[in-house]
């Protein structure tokens, strides 16, 4: 079994900034790309920011500039440095990730989601 555990949520005032971060555990063969996406009340999960294995990046228009993610493939974690933070950018965040635990056989996990709440 895999799991994805995240850590770093909480409240800030705009302006601030806060470091999410997410480590993959179990029976793990390899780890493709990793990622984060937010969800706002109502609203649909969106995608913040992937990266793959290799390090290619990949950002969300309203966080480019601001938000960095980055990646630690011998110990299968991820970050997200977000900095210059508004309120809008309140949300739960979700760590995801496609993980394989054989050779051929891999799927997306997702973390339990932390809350980042940024006041004004």
């Known amino acids: 079994q895999v799991q994805l555990v995240e850590s770093g949520g909480g409240l800030v005032q705009a302006g601030g900034s806060l470091r999410l971060s997410c480590a993959a555990s179990g029976s793990i063969f390899r780890v493709d790309d990793m990622g984060w996406y937010r969800q706002r009340p109502g609203e649909q999960r969106e995608l913040v920011a992937k990266?793959?294995?290799?390090?290619?990046?990949n950002y969300a228009d309203s966080v480019k500039g601001r938000f960095t993610i980055s990646r630690d493939n011998a110990k299968n974690t991820v970050s997200l440095q977000m900095n210059s933070l508004q309120p809008q950018d309140t949300a739960v965040y979700f760590c995801n990730a496609k993980v394989f635990t054989s050779l051929l056989s891999g799927r997306d996990y997702w973390g339990q989601g932390t809350q980042v709440t940024v006041s004004s």
């Open positions: 990266i793959t294995r290799s390090g290619s990046t």
